[in-house]
Antibody
Framework: EVQLVESGGGLIQPGGSLRLSCAAS????????MTWVRQAPGKGLEWVSL???????YYADSVKGRFTISRDISKNTLYLQMNSLRAEDTAVYFC????????????WGQGTLVTVSS | NFMLTQPHSVSESPGKTVTISCTRS????????VQWYQQRPGSSPTTVIF?????PSGVPDRFSGSIDISSNSASLTISGLKTEDEADYYC?????????FGGGTKLTVL
């Protein structure tokens, strides 16, 4: 059974850093297209970052230069390193897997809440 | 980059049919697949339509998807509305360097 479990969220001051983890089971992260999506309180879904199986990475303009997506094959885990955090980064962060490599995110984690506040 | 525009909200009565539109701002709607996700409060999104018009197993055939090249848009149609269909619905598409979600449509079944 495919499962994605996010962790690492919490309360952080503006300008701080946080690393989110997404532990995968039931499939290999290294062979999959993986993405991070966030949802600010009461708002819609916003794409954050994409990691292709070949290693190419892409970012939304709002996080480019501050966030880094990566994976650890030995731990079968996806990461999102978030630096220079701002109040507007406050959101629930979801990781998701593109099952068929067609842009369809078939599996989602439960999300982890990041709150940026002083 | 491109945007996907959805109506903010729609409402309809149980048993009726509702259609939610999703218009792509640039580039052809047919170039990359469109997905539709349902999200209830406090839950992760789940798929109701993938690859324009495919239903995952377990999603009733009351849900259908289509694309219209002439209007550069996709549509989600839900027939025989049930109160349990009340939720937020998001369309989503992509290009090789970008993933885009529509702003979401709140469906009220009253």
């Amino acid at each position: 059974e495919v499962q994605l479990v996010e962790s690492g969220g919490g309360l952080i001051q503006p300008g701080g850093s946080l690393r989110l983890s997404c532990a995968a089971s039931g499939f290999n992260v290294s062979w999959s297209y993986m993405t991070w999506v966030r949802q600010a309180p009461g708002k819609g879904l916003e794409w954050v970052s994409l990691l292709y199986s070949g290693g190419s990475t892409y970012y939304a303009d709002s996080v480019k230069g501050r966030f880094t997506i990566s994976r650890d094959i030995s731990k079968n885990t996806l990461y999102l390193q978030m630096n220079s955090l701002r109040a507007e980064d406050t959101a629930v962060y979801f990781c998701a897997r593109d099952l068929r490599r067609t842009g369809w995110y078939s599996h989602w984690g439960q999300g982890t809440l990041v709150t940026v506040s002083s | 980059n491109f945007m996907l525009t959805q109506p903010h909200s729609v409402s309809e009565s149980p048993g009726k049919t509702v259609t939610i539109s999703c218009t792509r701002s640039s580039g052809s709607i047919a170039s990359y697949y469109v997905q539709w996700y349902q999200q209830r409060p406090g839950s992760s999104p789940t798929t109701v339509i993938f690859e324009d018009n495919q239903r995952p197993s377990g999603v009733p055939d009351r849900f259908s998807g289509s694309i219209d090249i002439s209007s550069n848009s996709a549509s989600l149609t839900i027939s025989g509305l049930k109160t349990e269909d009340e939720a937020d619905y998001y369309c989503q598409s992509y290009d090789p360097s970008d993933v885009v979600f529509g702003g979401g449509t709140k469906l009220t079944v009253l």
